[in-house]
C-alpha cells in the first residue's frame, strides 16, 4: 500500500539525526481506516530547523506524535520506520523509548494552560521531568528548574517555580513548557503549534526565544505550524504536508521564492507578506480538507487544484526532488510550475 | 485562611438554626396530631393534658418554644451541654440516648464509608485503565447492580443468605465495641457492606468517568512526552486531577449519612440516629426529632465546610486569596 | 477486596462469641448456667409514660407490672378464658370487708410481702396510700386517676407534691390496714384495686420524681421479680439515684428474680414463677423479629405476625390464638347526616360485609365476626346466640339494606338506594396501614350500593383517633377504631363510648364518637362546637346508671347485656365487625404456655421455657 518514496535529500548539517522513512499511522474507528498519517518521509540533521506546514488534519501532528511514541498502538497501525540516532524508535519498546523520550526528544505542545498539570507547582513540574532521567535530589532539580526558567526569559524564577500555572499569563506558560522540554538538553526538540495560542505578539518573542535556545542547547528544532508566515523567519527547511501526505519539500527560500505545488502555492497565496505590495485580499483556497476516511483518489488534493489534469484524478504524484533537495508531489512539469509560480503567484501573494 | 474558617462556621451556626426553625414551623403547623393528646392515654382528661403541656413546654407560642430551645441547646439545660431537653416518648433527657445513638451512626457510617472506598475507587480504576475489556465491563455491570439495588432488599437478602440460609453471619442488632470486639465487627460487617455497595457502584462509575477523561487531557501527553512511566502518569497527574470531585462527593455523602442511615439502620435494627428519628417522628416525639435535626444539618454544614477547605488545598485554581 | 471481608466475616464469626449465626448461638431458652430465660422483641416499645406505673396506661405493660412486677390488694389469675377474669386477693390477706351501704371497704394487708433491693423492706398501708397521693398529684400525669377521682372520697387531682396532699377517704389505721370511703356505692370498687397504678409504691425512691413518667427509670418491685440491676440503685438521696441499668427505655428491659420475695406470701394460682429472666428488646425489622423466633433466637414476641408467618404456623402449637376482649367496630356519628336517621344507620349494618373485612385483616386467626357491642368474653351472647343484622354468611345483604334504606327520609323514591344530597360526599375516616388499606375498597363499595358516597380520608393511626374524637371536628363515620377493656366488666366499655357525660371538647379526648346522648345544651355548656341535628338523639344514660349500680351477683352482667341490646337496636350507634384474637408465634424453647385474659397479653406469671 505505500509506495517507495524519495528519501528526501540528506541535507546540510551534521548528519541525520531523525530519518523518517515512509511513516504510516492509520487509525481504525467505526466509521472506516483513517489514514491520518499516509507515506512520509523527511530527515532532520542536528542543529537544523525543519518547519512542518499544513491544515489540521494533513497529519503533522501525528506524524511527530508517533515519533515520540505518544500514540497508542492497541487503536493505530503504524508501519514504517523511524530512526534516531539510527535506532528505529517504532520498533523499540516502550521502556527504552520513555529513557528517549523527555531526554532526548523533547516536546512543547499547543495549548500550555491545558498542557501543564493545574494542581502542580511548575518548577515541580520541571523537576519531576529531570528527576524522571537524571538521579538528583529533590532541592539539586528545583535549582535547575529555577536556572532553566530564568534561562526561557521568565523574571523572579525563583518565586515563579513555586507558582502554579494559572497564575501565569499565556507567554509565560509556553516558556515554562519549552524550559520542561529542554530541561535535560535534548538533541531534538519537536514545538507542536507553540505559539497558535498565544497574542500575535508573544508569538514572535517565543518563535525568538526558540531560536536563542537552539543555539544555546545545540539542539535540532521541528517547527509544527499551519501558518507559513510563521515559519518564514525560523526554518531552514520546509515540509508542506497535506491529507497524510507530503506535498512539497525544500529549503526556505525554495518554497517561498518558487514553490512547486499547487497547494503550496494556495498557502503561499492567503498569507500576507510584508516584503510584497498589499494587492487585493487575500485569496483562501477553495474546498475544503479531505475527509481522511475516504481521501480522494489519485492526488489527494485534485478536488481543490485549479491545474487539474485528468492523471491527477487516478495516479497518485511521487515526491520527486527537481533541484537538489527541492521536491513536490504533482503531475504538473517542471516548467508549468515555475511559470505558473512566476506568472501567477508571485505576483499576486 | 482562620478568618475564612471562622466566617464559614458563624454560617454553619446560622444555617443549623434556620434549619430547626424550619422543623418546629413543620412540627407545629403540618400534623393534627396535638403532641400532649399522643402520650396522654386511652382517656385524657383536662388536667393531663394540661400537665403534659406544661411539662413538654407545649403552652408557650411556638416561637418562644423555639426560642428557649436556642437558648438552651447554645447554653445548656440542666441536664448537660448541648440541651437538648427531654424525649417526650421516654421521659429521659434527649442528649444522653442521642449521643449514645450518634455513635453508632457515626460508626456505620465512617466504617461504610471506608468500604466504599475501598471497593469503589480500585474498581473504577481498574475499570478505566482496562476500559472495554471485559474486566471493565464486568465492574460496571456490578455498579449497575449497585446503584439499582434497593437498600432494604439488599439488606434483607444479605440475612437471609449469609444469616438465615448459610449461618455465617451475625444477625441483626448491635454489640457495643467495648463489650466484644469480635461480635461487634460480626454484627457491622453486613451493614457496612449493604450501606457501602450503592455508594461504591456510584463511586466505581464516577472514578471511571473521571479518570477517563482525565487521561485524555493534554497535561497526561505532556506527563508521558516527559518519559515518565504509565504508572507515575496515571497516579500522579490522572488520579490526582480525577480524585478531586471524588473528594468533594465523599464529604457530603459522609456528612449526610451521619444524619443517620435510616433502612439500613432499620433492616439490621441497628440503634443508631436513624432508627431514633424514625419512631420519634411517628411518635410526635418533638425534642428528640430536633436533637437528632440539629446533629444532622451540623454534621452536613460542616462536612460541607470541611469539603470547602480541602478542596482548596487540593486544587490550588480555587484557593481563596 | 470481597474476598478479604468474606475472610474478616467467617474469622469474626468463628472467634466472635455467642452469635455464630441463626440457629446457632445465644438459645432462646439457655443462658450461662443454666438459667431460665424469655427473650422477646417487639418493634418499638410504646410506653406513654416512661414506663411509671402510676402513669402509664397501656395494656402490654399492664401485664408486666401484674404479672410479675407489683402486687396490687387484689390481682387477675393471669390465665386465659373466664377463669382469668376472676378476681383474688394479691397484696391483701382476703377479699375486702365492705359494709352494708357499699361506701367502706376495709383491706388487711399479707405479712412479710417485701419490696425488693434496694428498699428491701415491708410493704405497709401506708405504701398503698402513697400510691393514691401520686395519683393525685398532677405532675405526675395518672392516665386514670378519673376511675378513683369523685369514687374514693376526698381524692381529688391537685397541683401539690404527693406527699402533702390529704385523701379524706383513705385511712390507714395501722400497717397492715387500709379502709377506703367511697363517695357512692360502686360494685366494681374491687376491680380498680388491681390496677397497676395502686400497687404500693415505696415514697423513699418515687418522691425524688415529680413529673409525669420520671419514675419510670427506678421502678421498685413489690412483687416476684425485679428490673435487672436494681440491687445498686443508691437511694441514699435523691441525687444519687442513677436509672436503673436494666431498663433502657425504648432498647432493653430485663427482669430478674427478686431476692426478697417470699413465695410464702403468694398463690401459685396468681404466679408460677418459672421463668429466672425476661429480656425485652426493641428490634426495628419486624421480619427479623419472626425469623429469629423460628431459628429459636427469640422465643417470641408481643407484635402481631406479618401474614407470611401466621400462614406458615397456622394450626400448629407454635401458633397459639387467643380471644381478647377488644371490637373493632365503625363509628356513626348520630347528629351527621344521612346517619342522623336510624334507618339509614340500620341499612349500614345490614350492607357492611363483615366477612369480607375479616378475611382482609386475615381470616380466622386474628378474630371472629362481631354481631353486638360486648367481646363475649364479657359475658354476652354468641354471634350465634344474637345477630340483630344477620346477612347470609356475614356478607352484607342488598335487599336486606335496601329494604331498610327505603324507610329513610333520605331516600325519596322508596328504591332503596339514598339519593338525597346528604349521602353525597360523606367523609369515611379510616387508616392509611393494613389491614385498613384492604377495608377501605370494600366499604365504599358497600356504602356505595345504598347511595352513600364514602370519600376515603386515610390518616395515621394514631391522628385517626384523635381527629375523630375531636368533637369540632363532626366527623360523620369514622372505621379506624377498636376499643378494648379495662377490667372484665361491661362499665369500661360503656361509659367511655356511650354515656353523654363522657363528650367533652378538647383535641383527641371525646370516646363517645358516635354523640349518644348529646343534646343542644350539652353543646353550648361544653361548648363542643357541633354542627349537625342535635334534636332528639338517643340516650342510654338512665340505663347505664341502672347497670352500673348493680353488684355482680345483683345481674349486673344481665342488665349489660340488655343495654347491648337496646344499643343494638335502637340507638344503633356502631357497626361492630370484629371481635379480636391475638395470634403469637412462639418458638419450640416454649414450653408452657398461658395467656392472662385480663391484660389480653401473654401471661409471663405462668409461662415456662425448656431449662
Given amino acids: 500500500m505505500s509506495y517507495v518514496q524519495a528519501e528526501g535529500p540528506v541535507p546540510e548539517g551534521r548528519g541525520p539525526l531523525l530519518q523518517v522513512k515512509n511513516l504510516s499511522v492509520h487509525f481504525d474507528t467505526p466509521d472506516g481506516v483513517v489514514k491520518a498519517v ?22 503533522k501532528s501525528v506524524t511527530f506524535l508517533t515519533v515520540m511514541g505518544l500514540i497508542d498502538r492497541r487503536y493505530a497501525r503504524v508501519e514504517g520506520e523511524v530512526l534516531f540516532r539510527g535506532r528505529d524508535l517504532l520498533t523499540m519498546p516502550d521502556e527504552e523509548l520513555r529513557h528517549i523520550r523527555g531526554d532526548q526528544i523533547g516536546m512543547v505542545f499547543q495549548d500550555p494552560m491545558t498542557s501543564l498539570h493545574p494542581m502542580y507547582k511548575v518548577g515541580s513540574q520541571i523537576v519531576e521531568a529531570i528527576r524522571a532521567h537524571r538521579d538528583v535530589s529533590k532541592k539539586e532539580g528545583l535549582e535547575q528548574a529555577i536556572e532553566l526558567l530564568g534561562k526561557v526569559g521568565i523574571p523572579r524564577p525563583d518565586e515563579r517555580a513555586r507558582q502554579y500555572p494559572h497564575e501565569y499569563s499565556g507567554g509565560m506558560r509556553q516558556r515554562a513548557m519549552i524550559a520542561m522540554a529542554l530541561a535535560l538538553d535534548p538533541d531534538l526538540l519537536i514545538a507542536d503549534e507553540p505559539t497558535t495560542a498565544l497574542d500575535v505578539t508573544v508569538q514572535a518573542q517565543i518563535l525568538d526565544l526558540i531560536d536563542r535556545l537552539q543555539q544555546e542547547f545545540n539542539a535540532a528544532v521541528v517547527l509544527i505550524t499551519h501558518d507559513l508566515g510563521v515559519v518564514a523567519e525560523h526554518c531552514d527547511e520546509i515540509n508542506v504536508m497535506y491529507a497524510g501526505k507530503a506535498a512539497e519539500y525544500g529549503t526556505r527560500d525554495d518554497v517561498y521564492y518558487g514553490a512547486h505545488h499547487p497547494y503550496t ?5 492567503s498569507i500576507s507578506r510584508i516584503d510584497r505590495p498589499r494587492t487585493e485580499r487575500l485569496r483562501p483556497i477553495r474546498g475544503a480538507p479531505p475527509s481522511l476516511i475516504h481521501v480522494p483518489p489519485g492526488c489527494a488534493f485534485h478536488p481543490r487544484c485549479p491545474y487539474v489534469m ?8 511521487k515526491l520527486i526532488a527537481a533541484k537538489g533537495k527541492h521536491a513536490s508531489a504533482c503531475h504538473l512539469l517542471l516548467e508549468e510550475k515555475e511559470r505558473i509560480f512566476k506568472e501567477e503567484v508571485a505576483i499576486t501573494s | 485562611m482562620t478568618r475564612y474558617i471562622i466566617r464559614r462556621l458563624l454560617w454553619v451556626g446560622l444555617v443549623v438554626v434556620l434549619i430547626v426553625f424550619l422543623a418546629y414551623v413543620i412540627f407545629f403547623l403540618m400534623p393534627p396530631v396535638d403532641p400532649a393528646r399522643a402520650f396522654a392515654g386511652k382517656r385524657p382528661t383536662p388536667e393531663v393534658l394540661e400537665t403534659l403541656r406544661e411539662q413538654f413546654g407545649l403552652d408557650r407560642p411556638f416561637y418562644v418554644q423555639f426560642g428557649l430551645f436556642v437558648k438552651r441547646l447554645v447554653i445548656g439545660d440542666e ?30 457510617s465512617l466504617g461504610a464509608a471506608v468500604v466504599w472506598l475501598l471497593m469503589g475507587i480500585p474498581i473504577g480504576i481498574l475499570s478505566a485503565i482496562k476500559r472495554r475489556t471485559f474486566v471493565d465491563r464486568f465492574a460496571m455491570g456490578f455498579a449497575l447492580f449497585g446503584v439499582s439495588a434497593p437498600v432494604f432488599w439488599l439488606g434483607l437478602m444479605f440475612l437471609y443468605i449469609f444469616w438465615q440460609k448459610l449461618g455465617i453471619a451475625a444477625g441483626t442488632g448491635y454489640v457495643p465495641f467495648g463489650e466484644n470486639p469480635l461480635t461487634w465487627l460480626n454484627h457491622m460487617i453486613m451493614p457496612w457492606v449493604v450501606l457501602a455497595l450503592l455508594f461504591a457502584a456510584f463511586y466505581a462509575r464516577m472514578v471511571r468517568g473521571n479518570l477517563i477523561e482525565t487521561m485524555g487531557e493534554d497535561y497526561i501527553r505532556t506527563a508521558r512526552a516527559k518519559g515518565l512511566s504509565e504508572r507515575r502518569v496515571i497516579v500522579r497527574h490522572g488520579l490526582r486531577a480525577s480524585l478531586t470531585p471524588v473528594v468533594t462527593m465523599f464529604g457530603l455523602d459522609v456528612g449526610t449519612l451521619l444524619g443517620g442511615a435510616i433502612i439500613t439502620e432499620t433492616v439490621f435494627n441497628m440503634p443508631g440516629l436513624g432508627t431514633y428519628v424514625v419512631r420519634s417522628v411517628f411518635q410526635g416525639d418533638l425534642p428528640a426529632t430536633l436533637g437528632v435535626v440539629v446533629l444532622g444539618a451540623l454534621a452536613v454544614s460542616v462536612m460541607n465546610l470541611i469539603v470547602d477547605i480541602v478542596y482548596a488545598y487540593l486544587d490550588p485554581r480555587v484557593r481563596y486569596a | 477486596m470481597i474476598a478479604l471481608l468474606t475472610a474478616l466475616t467467617m474469622v469474626a464469626a468463628a472467634c466472635g462469641g455467642d452469635d455464630g449465626g441463626g440457629g446457632g448461638g445465644q438459645d432462646g431458652g439457655q443462658d450461662g448456667g443454666g438459667e431460665k430465660t424469655l427473650s422477646l422483641a417487639m418493634e418499638s416499645f410504646v410506653q406513654n409514660c416512661g414506663f411509671d406505673p402510676t402513669c402509664e396506661f397501656v395494656s402490654y405493660w399492664s401485664m408486666v407490672y401484674t404479672n410479675v412486677l407489683l402486687r396490687p390488694l387484689m390481682n387477675y389469675a393471669h390465665v386465659a378464658g373466664d377463669a382469668g377474669g376472676e378476681i383474688y386477693p394479691d397484696l391483701a390477706a382476703d377479699y375486702p370487708e365492705v359494709s352494708a351501704d357499699g361506701l367502706t371497704y376495709t383491706f388487711t394487708l399479707k405479712d412479710g410481702v417485701m419490696f425488693g433491693p434496694p428498699v428491701s423492706r415491708e410493704v405497709t398501708s401506708q405504701d398503698v396510700a402513697y400510691a393514691f397521693q401520686r395519683m393525685a398529684s398532677q405532675s405526675q400525669g395518672a392516665q386514670y386517676a378519673f376511675y378513683y377521682e369523685g369514687v374514693i372520697d376526698g381524692l ?22 387500709i379502709i377506703f370511703h367511697l363517695a357512692e356505692p360502686t360494685p366494681d370498687f374491687a376491680f380498680r384495686m388491681a390496677m397497676p397504678a395502686t400497687a404500693p409504691i415505696p415514697s423513699e425512691v418515687a418522691d425524688c420524681f415529680k413529673e409525669s413518667g420520671e419514675y419510670g427509670r427506678y421502678v421498685v418491685s413489690s412483687s416476684s421479680y425485679m428490673i435487672e440491676g436494681s440491687e445498686d440503685l443508691d437511694i441514699t438521696s435523691c441525687d444519687t439515684m442513677q436509672p436503673i441499668s436494666g431498663f433502657e427505655p425504648e432498647r432493653t428491659l430485663s427482669i430478674v428474680r427478686n431476692p426478697d420475695y417470699d413465695p410464702a406470701t403468694d398463690d401459685p394460682a396468681l404466679r408460677s414463677n418459672n421463668i429466672d429472666k425476661f429480656v425485652v428488646e426493641v428490634n426495628t425489622n419486624v421480619d427479623d423479629i419472626f425469623n429469629k423466633v423460628v431459628a429459636g433466637e427469640l422465643d417470641t414476641s408481643p407484635d402481631d405476625p406479618p401474614a407470611e408467618f401466621l400462614r406458615e404456623a397456622v394450626g400448629t402449637d407454635r401458633l397459639p390464638i387467643n380471644a381478647v376482649d377488644v371490637l373493632w367496630y365503625i363509628a356513626m356519628n348520630l347528629t351527621q347526616p344521612p346517619f342522623d336517621d336510624i334507618h339509614v344507620r340500620k341499612a349500614v349494618n345490614l350492607i357492611v360485609d363483615k366477612d369480607g373485612l375479616l378475611r382482609a385483616a386475615g381470616g380466622e386467626t386474628v378474630g371472629g365476626i362481631a354481631t353486638h357491642i360486648l367481646p363475649p368474653g364479657m359475658g354476652g351472647p354468641t354471634p350465634e346466640e344474637y345477630d340483630p343484622y344477620a346477612t347470609p354468611d356475614f356478607a352484607g345483604d342488598l335487599e336486606l339494606a335496601k329494604a331498610e334504606m327505603a324507610q329513610s327520609k333520605y331516600d325519596s323514591d322508596g328504591d332503596g338506594v339514598c339519593d338525597a344530597p346528604e349521602c353525597k360526599d360523606v367523609l369515611l375516616l379510616s387508616r392509611n396501614e393494613a389491614p385498613w388499606t384492604e377495608y377501605n375498597p ?11 358516597e364514602a370519600q376515603t380520608r386515610e390518616l395515621e393511626g394514631g391522628v385517626a383517633y384523635e381527629t375523630m374524637s375531636t368533637t369540632s371536628n363532626n366527623i360523620p363515620i369514622g372505621a379506624h377504631a377498636g376499643w378494648g377493656k379495662d377490667w372484665p366488666d361491661a362499665a369500661t366499655f360503656f361509659e367511655a363510648l356511650f354515656t353523654s357525660a363522657a363528650i367533652q371538647p378538647g383535641p383527641g379526648v371525646n370516646n363517645n364518637t358516635s354523640l349518644v346522648g348529646i343534646t343542644p345544651e350539652l353543646n353550648d355548656e361544653r361548648e363542643l362546637e357541633l354542627t349537625g341535628n ?7 344514660d338512665a340505663k347505664f346508671d341502672e347497670c352500673g349500680a348493680l353488684g355482680l351477683d345483683e345481674g349486673r352482667v344481665e342488665c ?12 344503633v350507634p356502631y357497626v361492630p365487625y370484629r371481635w379480636d384474637q391475638e395470634a403469637h408465634l412462639i418458638s419450640d424453647d416454649i414450653t408452657v404456655w398461658e395467656f392472662d385474659q385480663n391484660a389480653g397479653e401473654m401471661s409471663w406469671a405462668h409461662m415456662d421455657v425448656a431449662g
Fill in chain 1, 265 to 269: 502555492w494556495g498557502l503561499l497565496q
Fill in chain 1, 310 to 317: 485528468e492523471v491527477c484524478k487516478v495516479e497518485v504524484p
Fill in chain 2, 79 to 108: 441536664y448537660g451541654w448541648p440541651g437538648f431537653g427531654f424525649s417526650y416518648a421516654t421521659r429521659s433527657p434527649v442528649r444522653e440516648e442521642l449521643f449514645q445513638r450518634a455513635l453508632v451512626t457515626i460508626q456505620l
Fill in chain 3, 534 to 540: 342535635l334534636e332528639g338523639v338517643p340516650n342510654v
Fill in chain 3, 560 to 571: 349489660f347485656n340488655e343495654l347491648d341490646v337496646e344499643l343494638m337496636e335502637n340507638v
Fill in chain 3, 156 to 177: 381529688e387531682v391537685q397541683k401539690e407534691d404527693a406527699l402533702d396532699i390529704d385523701i379524706s377517704g383513705i385511712e390507714t389505721p395501722d400497717d397492715k390496714t
Fill in chain 1, 38 to 59: 499516509d507515506g512520509v518521509s523527511f530527515t532532520v540533521g542536528r542543529g537544523d530547523t525543519l518547519g512542518v506546514v499544513g491544515e489540521s488534519g494533513s497529519g
Fill in chain 3, 442 to 452: 370494600i366499604l365504599e363499595d358497600n356504602l356505595g350500593s345504598i347511595g352513600i
